[in-house]
């Protein structure tokens, strides 16, 4: 019967036994009511057997597994967070002699909050230390063609059908913003590095800060050159150690992302490399003092859930 329900509340098994009482047949009733008339037979024999029309107490079928059973597949797929439900079917099995389904397994996992989902591809990450003072630097690359992409969610990549491109470099502080500046093409060199961005630009506005100025830039082979370090240790500059491969523990990252989309919102208006500087610059100044003071402020709980995670990825 399309559409009957199985199972009967106790305010219908009560309706169902006073029309049974009155002589109206169970499939009958079963059609009045919208329920199989199984569930009418049993709800009457039960009726029959103990006076009521309440379900016994513990009914239904009996549980596969037992608590102990329940708390192996669950603490097993904690601790092993790849394991197929498969492979724990079968050492549940070889452990307990329990035989059940690896739909049972997915089951119980289910009961404890724990589903199977695709792993999120991300950098190792290390553990690293607060940066009061952020900087880095990116390719920016830009297309000609509506409906063509980035290859990549940031702004150092290659552009497969051609158009402008520059190098640029910015630092950010709680005191504000630097100049973004542009660079000439070409690679970055630790000699470029030095003469177009620590001399002219870091070194003066670590002397503006003080002593309590402190220099985070990604380990990029100009940055870690003895030149470059020993430039740096000679303006008094303390360097923050900074670990590879973890750019979702330096906010500038943000900063880079929010550039490419105003590049992939208006590329068909950039044709060459002279409107793709003067857009650039224009996005940078217009980005608020207070998201720059937000994203360096978010450092710590950075930091916090990187340790938290044991060095392992976070949600920035």
């Not at 399309?2 to 009155?22: I, K, N, W, Y």
């Not at 389904?101 to 690293?128: F, P, Y």
């Not at 217009?286 to 950075?302: A, C, F, G, K, Q």
Request: include cysteine; proline fraction near 4%; aromatic fraction near 6%.
């Amino acid at each position: 019967m399309p559409g009957s329900r199985r199972h009967m509340d106790v305010e219908t098994a009560t309706r169902a036994v006073f029309m049974l009482q009155e002589g109206e047949s169970q499939r009958s009733v079963a059609r009045r009511l919208g329920v199989l008339r199984r569930a009418i037979r049993n709800g009457w024999e039960r009726f029959l057997e103990t006076g009521s029309v309440a379900t016994r107490s513990g009914s239904g079928r009996a549980r596969d597994t037992t608590v102990q059973e329940d708390r192996y597949i669950r603490l097993t797929a904690r601790r092993e967070r790849t394991i197929p439900a498969r492979v724990l079917q079968n050492r549940l099995r070889q452990s307990t002699g329990t035989r059940i389904s690896d739909l049972t397994i997915r089951n119980r996992l289910h009961e404890d909050g724990q589903r199977s989902r695709s792993r999120v591809i991300r950098l190792k990450l290390t553990r690293a230390h607060h940066a009061a003072r952020l900087s880095d630097d990116c390719r920016v690359r830009v297309c000609r063609r509506e409906g063509e992409r980035f290859s990549e969610p940031c702004i150092h990549e290659t552009d497969r059908f051609g158009g402008p491109n520059v190098m640029v470099w910015a630092g950010i502080s709680l005191l504000g913003k630097t100049e973004l500046v542009i660079l000439e093409e070409g690679s970055i060199t630790a000699s470029r590095y030095l003469d177009r961005i620590i001399r002219p630009h870091v070194i003066p506005f670590s002397q503006r800060v003080g002593e309590n100025f402190v220099f985070m830039q990604d380990n990029a082979r100009p940055h870690t050159t003895q030149t470059t370090q020993r430039a740096l240790s000679e303006a008094n500059i303390t360097v923050l150690p900074w670990p590879a491969m973890s750019p979702d523990l330096n906010p500038f990252e943000h900063l880079w992302d929010q550039l490419e989309r105003s590049l992939k919102s208006n590329f068909s208006n950039v044709t060459n490399r002279q409107e793709l500087i003067n857009f650039l610059k224009l996005c940078w100044e217009r980005i608020p003092e207070e998201n720059i003071t937000h994203l360096i402020e978010s450092v710590p709980d950075r930091f916090r859930e990187c340790i938290r995670n044991r060095g392992g990825p976070t949600r920035y």
